[in-house]
């Protein structure tokens, strides 16, 4: 257990539906990131927090995805109108280190999400 | 062409035997990470490395920045080593997001 946790741990849906992950980062990391796997690959970055400012996104990120961490310690995905390819595994990180480049990335177990 | 790339992509080992892994990237680089992933998805950070080599149990892992280039290495190896590494590399210019490689799934038989 890293510290970083992940809700729900399974998510299946039907097509169209809109679905919605949490992720609780360690309490006292201001960075958070957001990225997908699919089956066989490596992870892809999708996003970033550094306390509530979303500072990058992924030209994967579609105008379907959006992300949120209003308050700076907590973060939300949302995926409208979901698709079969959006069918992966969510994984969150979190770092901490305010004005270091070097941080290492505590990941938490991941949603993974099955579109039917 | 990946900007990250590993090999081998799947690795078959006897319990015991001495077990590399390597990662080459084609970026420029402020640090390069090897995490462990297990079936389930977590992922556990086990190196970050800019330069040199770092020891951590009977893990190895070595960079060379000039030749852009790591290799993980695992000594004594034991079927619990049994997982997918992964390489990622955090980019000069890319802030903190990491890009990652493919992994390589390890099984270690006993």
């Known amino acids: 257990d890293t510290g970083v946790s992940q809700n729900p741990r399974h998510k299946i849906t039907k097509r169209g539906q809109n679905v919605t992950f949490r992720c609780d980062p360690i309490?006292?990391?201001?960075?958070l990131y957001w990225y997908r796997q699919t089956l066989g690959q490596g992870p892809e970055f999708l996003t970033y927090?550094?306390?509530?400012?979303?500072?990058?996104k992924s030209r994967l990120l579609s105008d379907r995805f959006s992300a949120e961490r209003p308050k700076g310690s907590f973060s939300t995905l949302e995926i409208q109108r979901t698709e079969q390819g959006d069918s992966a595994m969510y994984l969150c990180?979190?770092?901490?280190?305010?004005?270091?480049?070097?941080?290492?990335?505590?990941f938490g177990p991941g949603t993974r999400l099955t579109v039917l | 062409k990946n900007e990250v790339e590993q090999s081998p992509q799947n690795l078959t080992a006897q319990e015991g035997e001495f077990i590399t892994i390597n990662c080459s990237y084609s970026v420029g680089i402020s640090a390069l990470h090897w995490l462990q992933q297990h079936p389930g998805g977590g992922i556990v950070s086990l190196f970050m490395l800019s330069s040199g080599k770092k020891k951590h149990g009977r893990l190895i892992a070595t960079i060379n920045i000039q030749e852009k280039h790591s290799s993980l290495h695992i000594t004594a190896s034991h079927p619990r080593d049994s997982a997918v590494y992964i390489c990622?590399?955090?980019?000069?210019?890319?802030?903190?997001?990491?890009?990652f490689g493919e992994g390589t799934q390890l099984t270690v038989n006993p």
């Open positions: 927090f550094q306390n509530e400012a979303q500072l990058e």
């Open positions: 990180a979190s770092s901490s280190r305010p004005g270091r480049r070097t941080d290492t990335q505590y």
């Open positions: 990622a590399v955090r980019r000069e210019t890319s802030g903190s997001r990491l890009t």
């Open positions: 309490s006292e990391h201001n960075r």
